[in-house]
């Protein structure tokens, strides 16, 4: 592949976090280095990946504006996704996959 080429996101697996103003942990679900974060919520939802079943999020993580998605290079060891809204409640999608484009 030439420097600077990208790839096409490829889902392996999606899992759906029930999220509200308290954090909440899933184990992802497929495999590869990265995920795919829609935030389905009609509020902000912060994320925080990791390899630890206790992951915990804060409002001082990642932001995803409600209704937008982030695509992030995860790595290999990451195997559980944290996540809490801003306001309310919501679901949060997280799809672990390959690629670098969406």
Known sequence: MASG???P?????????????????????GGGQAVLVYNASAATAFFR????????????DTPVPAGARMLVDA????????VLLSSGTG????TLGDG???
Not at 9 to 29: D, I, Y
Not at 49 to 60: D, E, K, P, R, V
Not at 75 to 82: H, L, M, Q, S
Not at 91 to 94: A, G, K, Q, S
Request: proline share 4%; aromatic share 10%; no cysteine.
């Open 5 to 7: 080429a990208t790839q």
């Open 9 to 29: 996101f490829r889902p392996a697996g999606t899992v759906a976090a029930s999220a509200s103003t308290s954090a909440v942990n899933v184990a992802l679900a």
């Open 49 to 60: 990946l990791g390899g630890a079943s206790g992951l915990s999020a804060s409002g001082s």
């Open 75 to 82: 790595g290999p060891f990451v195997t559980n996704a944290a």
């Open 91 to 94: 679901t949060v999608y997280f």
């Open 100 to 102: 670098d484009t969406y």
